[in-house]
């Protein structure tokens, strides 16, 4: 609407020329009308932004003309013009919305005030609207940029491998993604507003919730680490967990917890697995087949001796053939011991033993044959000992064989200036409820080389005297004990293996 277009409507011809001729002289466009109707008629036509209207006309008077121009356009400003001893009537005309009043007879003056008033509501009304109009575009363009990332948020949560499951204040779940649904198997329609995380998390990660919860703190968050979920059919999935409390200030305001599946990760893991262990079987068979070869060439040329001793009546002959058929059996029987020990899973025998006297016995056991090789075999075992309860035949075996090898470090050691000896040691750790044998020698030693592979299937500094899996076993039977062994050597200086065994007081 154009507020310089007025519309004057008077009965009083008279009055209307004067008015008229007074606001187009002041620059205004100026419609007239003498009667009710016909003011709302060009009204409706012409679409006046100010109205100048009469109160007393016959037929539709000013107020009647003022409610239908206020129902017609209500932004319209109406001044109405009044005689003396109509003032009820002009208030009346305020309540229905009139802008302003005068009365007659109109002076230049009052008239030009009313004017400027109606046209002050009218250009701060379009002010308004046109702030109204910015505000809601702006507003409408902010609620745009949240919507966007909130569904940019709700993608990316949807669309996530890993499982995500958040929390309000009180631990109702309130996120949970279809990765989540994929690990714990239940629907969404099922866990959102209807379980809490302790409905949802195993019972550990629940309980460190809820102590944070009660806390309001660990607001670090809960670093990664595996875990087993236990899906709605009962069965365990292996995941990675990651949570954190979400907080606004001081003020815990939920939680979040991220969940990755590693059901095809461990399945990869389990057939590569599987592949080095069928490689290890090949690999195995292979050097099982030449080590047996080379005891069978051994029980060959020893009952060829024998042979030939019974043939010519040569008893130096059968002694030798006959030593070397016994040494070879024994080379099969402490290969399949090996094997047998190596292959099967073993649970500790817990018996009533005194550690030093299995250590007394196998230090007997090997004396003979060291002493063969002038190796001395010396004793230092802490008499405050006492009988505990201990896996004995493990203990006896780890043992035998760790000596055995000090012996055999002795004998294949090239500087025969040395008065080749083995120490086997026990000791107390009461306080750590451990007993520590030690078996060390003053032998060849070894490189680093030797003792990054000493553990490995197979691998011998004997050649063909050994089986490779001595070491090996010594180490599954001590870890299977809940034990750990040490190696320390050096090379032409000799080793020392160090175990420590735990033990349970004997009653």
């Known amino acids: 609407m154009n507020e310089d277009r007025i519309l004057i409507i008077d009965d009083e011809e008279a009055i209307l020329r004067v008015l008229s001729l007074s606001l187009k002289s002041d620059g205004y466009d100026v419609m007239t009308a003498m009667t009710g109707k016909e003011g709302i008629d060009v009204f409706e036509r012409e679409k006046p932004a100010l109205v100048l209207t009469d109160l007393k006309m016959p037929g539709i008077d000013g107020l009647e003309v003022l409610r239908r121009i206020k129902s017609i356009n209500p932004d319209s400003e109406i001044i109405v013009i009044t005689g003396h001893g109509d003032m009820d009537s002009a208030i009346e005309s305020l309540r229905f919305g009139a802008s302003d009043f005068i009365n007659k007879p ?13 046209r002050e509501k009218i250009k701060i009304r379009r002010q308004l609207a046109a702030y109204t109009t910015d505000l809601e575009n702006m507003c409408q363009m902010a609620i745009g940029e949240v919507k966007r990332k909130s569904d940019f948020q709700d993608k990316l949560i949807k669309s996530s491998n890993d499982g995500i ?18 690990i714990f198997g239940h629907a969404r329609i099922d866990v959102v507003r209807k379980m809490t ?3 949802l998390y195993p019972a550990d990660i629940a309980a460190e919730f809820q102590q944070g919860f009660r806390r309001k703190r660990d607001k670090k968050g809960w670093g990664w680490k595996e875990i087993t979920i236990i899906s709605k059919a009962g069965t365990g999935v292996p995941t990675r967990f990651s949570g954190t409390l979400l907080s606004e200030g001081d003020t815990v305001i939920g939680s979040v917890g991220f969940f990755q599946d590693l059901r095809e990760i461990k399945r990869l893991q389990q057939e590569l697995v599987n592949s080095e262990r069928m490689a290890a079987i090949g690999q195995t068979t292979a050097r099982l087949a030449h080590y047996i070869k080379n005891i069978l060439t051994g029980l060959k040329g020893g009952t060829y001796i024998v042979n030939i001793g019974l043939d010519k009546g040569d008893n130096d002959k059968l002694k ?3 030593d070397m058929v016994q040494r070879n059996v024994r080379r099969v029987s402490s290969l399949v011991a090996d094997l047998l020990s190596y292959s099967k899973e073993r649970e500790p025998q817990y018996v009533i033993c005194s550690p030093n006297d299995i250590a007394e016995d196998v230090c007997e056991l090997t004396e003979m044959e060291a002493g063969k090789h002038q190796v001395h075999i010396i004793r230092k075992f802490n008499p405050s000992i006492a009988d505990v309860s201990m896996d004995s035949d493990v203990v006896h075996r780890v043992l035998l064989n760790l000596v055995s090898n000090a012996v055999d470090a002795c004998v294949y050691d090239m500087n025969m200036e040395k008065r080749h000896h083995v120490t086997v040691a026990t000791d107390l750790e009461d306080e750590e409820g451990m007993i520590r044998y030690e078996v060390s020698d003053n032998g060849c030693g070894m490189t680093d080389d030797v003792k990054r592979k000493l553990f490995t299937a197979f691998f011998s500094t004997k050649g063909g005297k050994g089986t490779g899996l001595g070491l090996l076993v010594v180490q599954k039977l001590v870890n299977e004990h809940g034990g750990t062994i040490h190696v320390a050597s050096e090379s032409d200086q000799g080793s020392t293996f160090t175990i420590r065994l735990p033990f349970r007081k004997s009653v």
């Not at 109109?106 to 109606?118: K, W």
């Open 165 to 182: 499951v958040a929390t309000d204040e009180k631990g109702e779940i309130i996120i949970y993604n279809p990765a989540a649904e994929e």
């Open 320 to 322: 030798t053939g006959w």
């Open 106 to 118: 109109v002076r230049d003056e009052a008239l030009s005030i009313a004017i400027t008033r109606a």
């Open 197 to 199: 995380f302790d409905d």
